[in-house]
């Protein structure tokens, strides 16, 4: 059974960084993609960025090109989502998923995705 778990989250500053993990289990993150998702309150869940299972290839969405990194540890299984510069509009709940029946997919459509993990709270504040 394929699962994903996310952690890191927390209340941080604005121009603070935080280091998100989406450790999985059931299948191996370097054939599968995975996909970072946001949401916020009162707002429709955003993609944020993916690193694709087929060359490990990275997208992000525009809002946070050159503040995010995401990257892989193939050997723990897990994907990282690191961010910078943080800012209170960053604030959501970020979910990690992946697509059991497309694993090279990397897109931002969340309908295109199949397993998710529960999320982590993320909140920007001073």
């Known amino acids: 059974q394929a699962q994903l778990v996310e952690s890191g989250g927390g209340l941080v500053q604005p121009g603070g960084s935080l280091r998100l993990s989406c450790a999985a289990s059931g299948f191996t993150v370097d054939h599968y993609s995975i996909v970072w998702f946001r949401q916020a309150p009162g707002k429709e869940r955003e993609g944020v960025s993916c690193?694709?299972?087929?060359?490990?290839?990275?997208y992000y969405v525009d809002s946070v090109k050159g503040r995010f990194a995401i990257t892989r540890d193939i050997y723990k299984n897990t994907v990282y989502l690191q961010m910078n510069s943080l800012k209170p509009e960053d604030t959501a709940v970020y979910h990690c998923?992946?697509?059991?029946?497309?694993?090279?997919?990397?897109?931002?459509?969340?309908?295109?995705?199949?397993?998710w993990g529960q999320g982590t709270q993320v909140t920007v504040s001073s």
């Open positions: 690193i694709s299972s087929s060359d490990g290839s990275t």
């Open positions: 998923a992946t697509s059991s029946y497309s694993p090279t997919l990397c897109s931002f459509s969340y309908d295109r995705y199949d397993y």
